[in-house]
């Protein structure tokens, strides 16, 4: 049973709504929708996006720099994305409404 229930999650967190709700668990409430803006606004919550920039991923990870195989690495985990985002925008906003009105302003973050 562990193993069906490893896919379900698997499947669930490869599409757009199942990223948003698992991120939605592990940000404070009030941040929920500002966090739902700004990713879309970046990548549309494809965790496979790309952008000519070399910023990848659901929270757009600027990576120039990084070889193939982090690049690969960090794409294949959406897990890992929206941690890392999160991490990212506590530690330079802290909160995703505040980076949400920084993209406003700048259009990135």
């Avoid at 668990?25 to 920039?53: D, F, G, I, Q």
Wanted: include cysteine; charge should be positive.
């Amino acid at each position: 049973m562990l193993l069906m229930g490893s896919i379900f999650l698997a499947i669930t967190l490869a599409t757009p709504q199942g990223l948003q709700e698992y991120a939605a668990k592990h940000v404070e409430p009030y941040e929920v929708r500002c966090m739902v803006k700004l990713w879309t606004k970046e990548s549309n919550w494809r965790y496979k996006a790309k952008s000519p920039t070399h910023d990848y991923g659901v929270p757009q990870r600027h990576m120039k720099g990084k070889s193939k195989k982090q690049i690969d690495r960090f794409l294949a985990s959406p897990v890992d994305q929206i941690h890392w985002g999160i991490g990212y925008v506590r530690h330079r906003y802290g909160n995703f409404c505040s980076a949400l009105d920084f993209h406003k302003r700048h259009n990135w973050y």
